[in-house]
């Protein structure tokens, strides 16, 4: 009777550890932030970090890449491969929120299915969550993502985030295939298309399109352009040039230690002063944490001083700046500056 007994609770058991059980999907750790979405291979993903209080957050799912993208305060942090909804279970494009989260959900259809990390965006169904990730679309209709981008988007992201699920054909060639720069509203997900720069127009500069929130910086080196972004809208974007010895290349992000001090009344200096800045440990970078941004470096980028009046008195600690070698422009911007020239732009 005993042994009966016992076998009777190892039949019970198996259920529960079957039910125990749920794998993990991808890779474990972030590529380097300098890998491109293009170039990851099934379950990689990159996560250059997040801060809640950078700005609104993002994202956007391309069908066609098979890639996700996660903007923060309009600046590309994050990005992953995924798997979508295959033949007969396509995953519906369109503008979704988030509108429930559930970090160890099981399906209701699907003999319990471990969803973890789930983000509903449809009350039928349709959901982020880590799963498989076999290089195409093989789910039922959600989005797949790796276990542990899954987790870290699951942390970051809020109740009525805006996710957009783009495909070419359905969609605007900016949503299909994403850049470094947030093609969307982060309030409605509506595209938003900025005009390019004029030839011969240095700068334009615009808050009234998000009077407040924090800002982002990204300086694009190949563009010779940096952009502002204020709430996830841009607010304004200057050319920029670039000189002197050992130009740095790649990806790197520092943030602000020290806001800017305007200068004491009836003072006069020949140019605005700068914030502090620290540099962010991003992967690839780790051990740029904290290092303070070297002047030489800061030297080697002119901007018009006109613009950096209109910016530096927004800046304060905790807004970021990205800078990369990656153009976020989806076509030419005219007449470029010139490169090596110590002569600060015209108004």
Request: with cysteine; net charge neutral.
């Amino acid at each position: 009777m005993r042994r009966y007994a016992k076998v009777l609770g190892l039949i019970a058991l198996v259920p529960l550890l079957a039910l125990a059980a749920v794998p993990f999907w991808g890779d474990r750790q972030s590529r380097p932030i300098d890998t491109a979405a293009a170039d990851l291979k099934p379950g990689q993903w990159v996560w250059a970090g997040d801060d809640k209080s950078a700005g609104p957050m993002a994202v956007i799912v391309s069908l066609t890449e098979q890639r996700a993208y996660v903007y923060r305060n309009g600046i590309l942090m994050a990005w992953s491969t995924v798997s979508t909804g295959k033949a007969g279970y396509e995953t519906p494009t369109g503008v979704f929120t988030i509108l429930q989260k559930d970090k160890d959900h099981r399906s209701n259809k699907y003999n319990s299915a471990p969803m973890p990390y789930q983000q509903r965006l449809t009350w039928d169904g349709v959901a982020l969550h880590a799963g498989g990730l076999p290089g195409y679309p093989e789910s039922h209709g959600c989005v797949h993502l790796p276990t542990g981008f899954a987790q870290k988007l699951f942390d970051a992201s809020t109740m009525g985030m805006v996710v957009v699920v783009a495909e070419a054909g359905h969609s605007a060639a900016d949503l299909v295939h994403p850049g470094a720069l947030s093609p969307i509203d982060p309030s409605t997900g509506k595209d938003v298309d900025m005009p390019l720069l004029e030839d011969g127009q240095p700068w334009r500069w615009d808050p009234s399109r998000a009077s407040k929130g924090p800002l982002s910086v990204v300086l694009s080196r190949t563009d010779r352009i940096l952009f502002v972004y204020r709430d996830g809208v841009e607010i304004g974007r200057t050319r920029i040039k670039l000189g002197g010895p050992d130009l740095r290349s790649g990806t790197h992000a520092y943030v602000v230690k020290a806001g800017y001090v305007p200068p004491a009344a009836g003072s006069v200096t020949p140019t605005t002063p700068m914030p502090e800045w620290i540099g962010i440990g991003v992967p690839g970078s780790e051990d740029a944490a904290g290092a303070p941004l070297p002047e030489d470096l800061a030297r080697q980028v002119v901007i018009p001083e006109a613009f950096k009046a209109q910016v530096l008195p927004l800046v304060q600690p905790g807004t970021v700046l990205v800078a990369t070698d990656a153009s976020v422009l989806p076509r030419t911007t005219g007449v470029h500056l010139q490169v090596i020239d110590a002569d600060p732009p015209e108004r």
